[in-house]
């Protein structure tokens, strides 16, 4: 088992930035590789960002890329999500997630992840 706590979240004016944070516990952090996925009212999950367990591979969703950074650090066992030049759109509840890195090579599909955290919000007022 793993558990998974977000923080960082709040309100911040379009153009603003924020930096997410999840700190997992449980079983060996470097196991997992690690997402970020987003949830905005009405809508669907979206994905994000994702990290190898080793953070040479990174991730990103069309809609974030040279805007949003993954990375991690497996030694405070804690992944962020490095949000710059944020946009209305961006308003969300933002989700981290783990999945094995034995299951699967390092995946965008949330289906794929076996732990979640709560969620944080996130609201980029315009």
């Known amino acids: 088992q793993v558990q998974l706590v977000e923080s960082g979240g709040g309100l911040v004016q379009a153009g603003g930035s924020l930096r997410l944070s999840c700190a997992a516990s449980?079983?060996?952090?470097?196991?997992?590789?690690m997402g970020w996925f987003r949830q905005a009212p009405g809508k669907e999950r979206e994905f994000v960002a994702a990290i190898s367990w080793n953070s040479g591979r990174t991730l990103y969703g069309d809609s974030v890329k040279g805007r949003f950074t993954i990375s991690r650090d497996n030694a405070k066992n804690t992944v962020y999500l490095q949000m710059i030049s944020l946009k209305p759109e961006d308003t969300a509840v933002y989700y981290c997630a783990a999945h094995s890195r034995v299951s699967f090579q390092l995946s965008i599909a949330g289906k794929n992840y076996e732990y979640w955290g709560q969620g944080t919000q996130v609201t980029v007022s315009s």
């Open positions: 449980g079983r060996t952090f470097s196991y997992y590789h």
